[in-house]
């Protein structure tokens, strides 16, 4: 492959026209998958036309194909829905539609379509690009066109997203707006919960219905893929008196839309509302979400990957030639890739036709192993009071929080207690993190204590940042008297320093030759071997969800740049990633160092901007990005050098980032996360326990699991000390760090944009279908 940087620079885009269009049920994130088709577009040189109200207005022409400009798509980011509009198009689905669309393509030059929208939207692209020759032809023939223009326009590039907020569409690990619809669904989930009733809540279709209902910690969910047992009633009724017996008065029963028993009947919520009052007499309310889910400003991870997908739409454009088959962009892991369409279309198809022909286990397979691993724990919290525990050694495992609090970690400590007492461990609760542990403060936890933790923020159990060094002693002891068999720590870099300081002391301490796995938890992302950390998720959605409100707050006055710090430490993915999410014009990191000349260079950037109709600017420093460039330096600097120009206001973040219920992300990241270490804390028990004991002195009994691409991956911690920066708190090496070009040139800085990982058409097969075990050895390997 050539050089990536200079590969970039001839990927031109002259003399090329790009139209974007959104089709089908809208979704959010779909504007900020829009705004960076237009910006990239038209930072590479081409033309780039808004198609209003999707193939309708192809079909229509005239003024519903409209050039954009770098500032027509400014304010798009931060909304819902589709800004330029998504319809139902029965011509299109004729031949006479197509062709009227070819000649008003044709007459503005647009041979490039990027169409955002679902699997039925994306087929109707591929069959007009197969059909494109012919329709010119037929223009020729009946003289709208002429024979050069049908030289000039021979070839009709496509290039897909997918715009859905059922994450049905294979190939893709994330679809465009799935992410936001989780908001919204917990959002109303967890306002319903302050209410003491039993409620029955519906959804639409399997991924937001597992994944919603881990979220939310919901006593039972039915789904169409998976059709209960006989006999699900009387179990979900007895799980529902156990937990009025635990003095829980409120249960959360999820229906997603098409649920069906084992005898394909079907299980609607008048009929789930029936059952609970005629056998249990429990006050039932039935809350029907609709388009709520749809509605709404798009979550951080939507306003990212939609932008990230925009980017490589316009980057597949500009590489395809004639014989380029069409693509779609989807997410693999952390990477943005390129599948063909009908490969993807197809198997999303073979997927509806399991389904249809009532063939359940088909259906799921080909879906992948995610939806199976979120229905497996949706099946263990939900049944394991019902049935018999695993048999096994009466091991005792101790949790602890340690170093800042973080969203998501009480999810995480909920799933550890509910799958360890599920595998017939005895769970033990460390409060305090290492230093409540030397004074002892440890006490049995069991399942009905962590009832309604899942939407907890901060920590529950406390947690400090003190390290076990000091304590090894009072440590051991404790281990000695609980007779603890395992530990898993959830908790930031201090877990990590921790769980290494406890690796070293086991010369002198038998007591610490136990299993011991952490779990990465901090809102700073600064954990080696992991991609992502519990609570990241939460601080960027509060980043993002600031930045948006301080927009709005410009929005009537002229000419304002506003300086926000965020937290981090030294690490920068927050402000990075938030600035991508905001949209922010520059965003100052540790990792990347800046001098005087590029502040300068940043200054005159925004004095160009005021002079467009974007007359604001938004500026994110990482909190330790320079010691000497404090943001109190960066605001006088600005405020001096933007005098007659624009003015300037600073916002500290601080610890609300930190704060607030958890994302959907971070509890589903913390209840899959924790539930993986504690299955691995089973497996070293039974091969550790020797004589009556458990004796572990192995390097590979002591690790972090971290999110590596699509894995989650075990890693021994001695095996990561070279890839840690100890001084600085951060990685040797971050993924993250290739998204700041990105971020740049959507603030229209000239930037080199590495694309080593663009450009690589893949095949679809065996991408949703691969077992885990394969991607772990995968990330492992490299």
């Not at 009072?474 to 201090?494: C, M, Y």
């Amino acid at each position: 492959m050539p050089d990536s940087k200079k590969f970039f620079e001839n990927l031109s885009g002259a003399g090329k026209s790009i139209g974007v269009l959104t089709s089908g049920g809208d979704a959010q994130g779909m504007n900020a998958a829009v705004r960076a088709v237009v910006r990239m577009g038209i930072y590479v040189g081409a033309k780039v036309y808004f198609i209003h109200e999707g193939y309708q207005g192809m079909v229509d022409g005239g003024d519903n194909i409209k050039e954009a400009t770098w500032e027509s798509v400014s304010s798009m980011l931060q909304l819902g829905g589709t800004v330029i509009g998504s319809a139902r198009c029965k011509e299109f689905r004729t031949h006479d539609g197509r062709l009227r669309a070819a000649l008003n393509l044709v007459q503005l030059g647009i041979t490039n379509l990027c169409v955002i929208g679902g699997d039925g939207s994306l087929t109707g692209a591929n069959l007009f690009r197969e059909e494109w020759s012919g329709l010119l032809e037929e223009l020729v023939q009946s003289g709208q066109i002429d024979e050069q223009a049908v030289e000039t326009h021979s070839v009709l590039h496509i290039v897909g997203m997918v715009g859905s907020i059922d994450n049905d569409f294979c190939g893709t690990d994330m679809t465009i707006g799935t992410d936001s619809a989780l908001h919204r669904i917990i959002e109303v989930v967890d306002a319903i919960m302050t209410t003491a009733q039993s409620q029955v809540q519906t959804s639409f279709v399997l991924y937001l219905a597992l994944v919603s209902a881990l979220a939310c910690g919901a006593d039972w969910v039915l789904i169409p893929e998976m059709p209960p047992e006989d006999g699900w009633e009387e179990q979900m009724c007895q799980k529902l008196s156990e937990n009025r017996a635990d003095k829980k008065r409120l249960n959360i029963i999820i229906v997603a839309e098409g649920a069906l028993d084992s005898h394909n009947r079907s299980i609607t919520t008048d009929y789930v509302k029936d059952l609970v009052v005629r056998c249990l007499g429990f006050d039932t309310r039935v809350t029907i979400l609709g388009h709520v889910q749809r509605g709404g400003t798009p979550s951080a991870f939507d306003r990212i990957l939609a932008s990230r997908m925009g980017v490589e739409a316009v980057l597949a454009l500009l590489e395809a030639s004639p014989d380029t088959p069409a693509c779609v962009v989807s997410l693999r892991g952390n990477q943005a890739i390129r599948l063909p369409l009908m490969e993807c279309v197809q198997m999303t198809q073979e997927v509806q036709k399991a389904m249809d022909e009532k063939n359940f286990e088909e259906a799921v397979k080909l879906r992948g192993s995610s939806p199976l691993s979120y229905f497996s724990l949706c099946h263990d919290f939900q049944c394991a009071k019902c049935f018999q525990l695993q048999a096994g050694h009466p091991y005792n495992v101790a949790v602890l929080n340690v170093g800042a609090p973080a969203a998501g970690m009480n999810a995480a400590v909920r799933s550890a207690v509910r799958v360890g007492i599920t595998e017939g461990h005895t769970m033990f609760a460390v409060h305090d993190g290492f230093e409540g542990f030397s004074k002892g403060q440890i006490t049995e936890i069991k399942w009905g204590d962590v009832g309604g933790w899942t939407g907890q923020g901060g920590s529950l159990l406390g947690t400090k940042r003190t390290l076990p060094a000091k304590h090894l002693n009072k440590i051991a002891e404790q281990i000695r008297i609980h007779n603890i068999g395992a530990l898993l720590v959830i908790g930031g870099f201090e877990a990590y320093l921790g769980l290494l300081e406890l690796l070293a002391a086991r010369s002198k301490h038998p007591e610490l030759c136990v299993p011991m796995v952490m779990v990465p938890s901090t809102v700073s992302n600064n954990i080696p071997g992991s991609d992502l950390s519990i609570g990241a998720d939460t601080a960027l959605n509060a980043i993002t969800n600031t930045c948006d409100r301080i927009k709005q707050s410009a929005s009537g006055t002229k000419r304002r740049v506003f300086i926000i710090e965020t937290m981090g430490g030294y690490c920068g993915y927050l402000a990075t990633v938030g600035a991508l999410a905001a949209g922010a014009d520059a965003a100052y990191i540790y990792e990347e160092p800046f001098s005087i000349r590029d502040l300068q260079t940043n200054v005159e950037h925004l004095t160009e901007k005021m002079k467009t109709s974007i007359q604001r600017g938004l500026v994110l420093r990482n909190e330790n990005s320079n010691e000497n460039f404090t943001t109190d330096f960066i605001y006088q600097l600005y405020t001096e050098e933007g005098k007659g120009v624009f003015d300037c206001r600073k916002n500290v973040l601080g610890h609300m980032q930190q704060g607030g219920a958890p994302s959907p992300f971070d509890r589903n990241f913390g209840t899959k996360i924790a539930a993986k270490a504690m299955q691995w804390i089973s497996k070293k028990l039974k091969e550790f326990y020797i004589e009556g004991r458990v004796f572990a002195n192995t390097e590979d009994s002591a690790c972090l699991l971290g999110m590596r691409r699509r894995a989650l991956v075990f890693q021994p911690v001695t095996q990561l000390k070279e890839e840690t920066d100890f001084e600085h708190r951060i990685p040797k090496e971050q993924w993250w760090l290739k998204l700041r070009p990105l971020m740049k040139i959507l603030a229209k800085y000239k930037t080199s944009y590495d694309v080593s990982d663009s450009g690589q058409l893949e095949h679809v097969a065996g991408l949703r279908t691969r077992d885990e075990n394969e991607v772990e050895k995968e990330c492992e390997e490299e």
